[in-house]
């Protein structure tokens, strides 16, 4: 009996030796502050939405969770920071839609289905176009007609080209019959700053416009969720009017491929801890994001779907690369 004792015991030793440093990694982890890149300016609706859930996630995780700005290539440098990153936990990256898309339209480096850590989906955007307010464009069939009479010279800024606000305007372009011509910014900032300052004739973008609106210096001719927004009831939806163009464009946080899945358990519970939060959800609301949650498998399964709608998506408005 002793020696059965001792055998045991000697198993069960050997056992939890195997696991052990899975376990304690996670134990350990965080040990220091970690990095959460928002591939878009400083000042735009994205970075205060990714601040605020950084904030929120570092007090979960008892340590501090840095902002960096990454801003340019359509919202497209954190996925390709990811390429080059530790697989350790330590750098993390909002992963924009366009991710799932930009690969049908051009070679990229990345592969979106493989190269990625997929931790937790948190929220979505609400799109909307908007014009100066003392535009002559007051609603989209005036948007139609004026593009209609003058094929082509109908401006309109978007956060890059690829990205959700572009392809959302260029799908509605197509259903209309209409020609329009695209500016690209590298964020909600410049895209804003433009439209306000008269450079472009309107905007496509994320509610980063809500304030000027509200303040009655843009006007907003319509939005493009499957549903009329809680704040400009008023305002039709693209689907509503019969262009057949939905966007919100779910994000969170991500990583790089290859982490362990024990780190990734406690990144994905201390985000999502987030979605509790008073303060990130009056910052969703300011925004007007809702919180659409999937967890590592969701939204991995999500990433997988995603790319072959885009590729449908792209292939149907021809802007597929050639060869």
Not at 208 to 218: D, F
Request: net charge positive; aromatic share 8%.
């Amino acid at each position: 009996m002793a020696l059965r004792r001792q055998v045991l015991a000697s198993a069960a030793a050997l056992a939890g030796a195997a696991l052990s440093p899975s376990i304690a990694r996670a134990q350990a982890f965080p040990s220091r502050p970690i990095k959460y890149l928002c591939p878009w300016p400083a000042g735009g609706s994205t970075d205060a939405v990714i601040r605020a859930i950084a904030e929120s996630a570092g007090r979960a995780l008892n340590q501090t969770v840095i902002v960096e700005n990454k801003p340019g290539a359509g919202g497209m440098l954190g996925a390709i920071e990811m390429l080059n990153a530790r697989p350790d936990g330590y750098t993390l990256t909002q992963i924009p839609q366009g991710v799932f898309r930009i690969p049908h339209m051009q070679k990229v480096p990345y592969n979106p289905l493989t190269d990625f850590t997929w931790i937790a989906c948190l929220t979505g955007y609400t799109f909307g176009l908007v014009v100066p307010a003392d535009s002559p464009i007051r609603s989209i069939a005036d948007l139609v007609a004026w593009a209609r009479a003058r094929p082509g010279e109908f401006t309109y800024g978007s956060t890059g080209t690829g990205t959700s606000p572009h392809l959302a305007i260029e799908e509605f372009a197509q259903r209309a019959g209409i020609r329009l011509n695209h500016i690209p910014f590298k964020g909600n900032a410049e895209n804003m700053q433009a439209v306000l300052g008269g450079h472009v004739m309107s905007a496509s973008d994320a509610t980063g416009w809500g304030p000027h609106v509200e303040s009655g210096r843009l006007r907003l001719l319509a939005t493009y969720g499957s549903r009329r927004t809680k704040r400009w009831p008023q305002v039709p939806t693209l689907d509503e009017l019969g262009y057949k163009t939905v966007s919100d464009s779910p994000f969170g946080v991500c990583g790089p491929k290859g982490m362990d899945p024990a780190v990734v358990r406690v990144l994905h519970d201390a985000f999502k801890k987030t979605l509790d939060d008073p303060t990130v959800l009056a910052v969703f609301d300011r925004y007007d994001q809702t919180v659409i949650y999937k967890d590592t498998a969701e939204y991995t399964r999500f990433a997988r779907e995603s790319f072959e709608a885009e590729r449908a998506t792209i292939e149907r408005l021809g802007l597929a690369q050639k060869g």
